[in-house]
Each structure stands twice: as structure tokens, then as C-alpha cells.
Nanobody, 121 residues
Framework: QVQLVESGGGLVQSGGSLRLSCAAS????????MAWYRQVLGKPRELVAG???????NYEDSVKGRFTISRDSAKNTVYLQMNSLKPEDTAVYFC???????????????WGQGTQVTVSS
């Protein structure tokens, strides 16, 4: 029973900050990476930020310098600190956890339900 619970979304004015959290539970296998994606209705889901089990990070160009992804391995929790928010950041944000399938080199991704972030101008 894998569950990813996201929190921290809401309404904020342009220039404000939000901190998203995603707590993963019920995962029996090692986690290769955790990430945040976002999606606007009618458009493809895009990667915002990712962090590997080794601590390496990757960011979408438009959020570099404004967003920071971090992870608490002991709690299987990933965070996204979002500063200097812009209206174009408005989207549903999804947490993703990537595991390696045992005895194979294949991967599988779990997804949260999503949390709405709305930035007003």
C-alpha cells in the first residue's frame, strides 16, 4: 500500500514563497530518486526538480535560483522550497518517487495526488 501525501500548496501573491512536502510510505524497495512535477490543464506534465538517492539535483531552467529541492531520507520525505513565485508557476504540483524493480534494471514511478499552487499577479 504505497502512499504519497503532498501538502503545502495554496494561494500566494507574486513574489511570495511556499514550501511543498511529500511524505512517502509503504515503499519496500530502495528509492532511486524523488522529484516534483507540475501540470497545467491541457499541457504535458513537466519536471520541476529532482533529487537522486545520492543527493544530486536537477532543476527546470525557469525555476533555477528560485526553487530548492531537498530530501529527508530517514522520513522518506521530499521538499520543494519555492521562492520568488511568479504567476507562471501556477499549476498542480505532483510528487514522484522512482524505485528500481528488484532483480531487474527497470524502474517504476509512484505519484501523489497533486497539490494546487496558485500565484496571483
Amino acid at each position: 500500500q504505497v502512499q504519497l501525501v503532498e501538502s503545502g500548496g495554496g494561494l500566494v501573491q507574486s513574489g511570495g514563497s511556499l514550501r511543498l512536502s511529500c511524505a512517502a510510505s509503504g515503499i519496500a524497495f530502495s528509492i532511486n530518486a524523488m522529484a516534483w512535477y507540475r501540470q497545467v490543464l491541457g499541457k504535458p506534465r513537466e519536471l520541476v526538480a529532482g533529487i537522486s538517492s545520492g543527493g544530486g539535483t536537477n532543476y527546470e531552467d525557469s525555476v533555477k535560483g528560485r526553487f530548492t529541492i531537498s530530501r529527508d531520507s530517514a522520513k522518506n520525505t521530499v521538499y520543494l522550497q519555492m521562492n520568488s513565485l511568479k504567476p507562471e508557476d501556477t499549476a498542480v504540483y505532483f510528487c514522484s518517487v522512482v524505485i528500481r524493480i528488484p532483480s531487474t534494471s527497470s524502474q517504476y514511478s509512484y505519484w501523489g495526488q497533486g497539490t494546487q499552487v496558485t500565484v496571483s499577479s
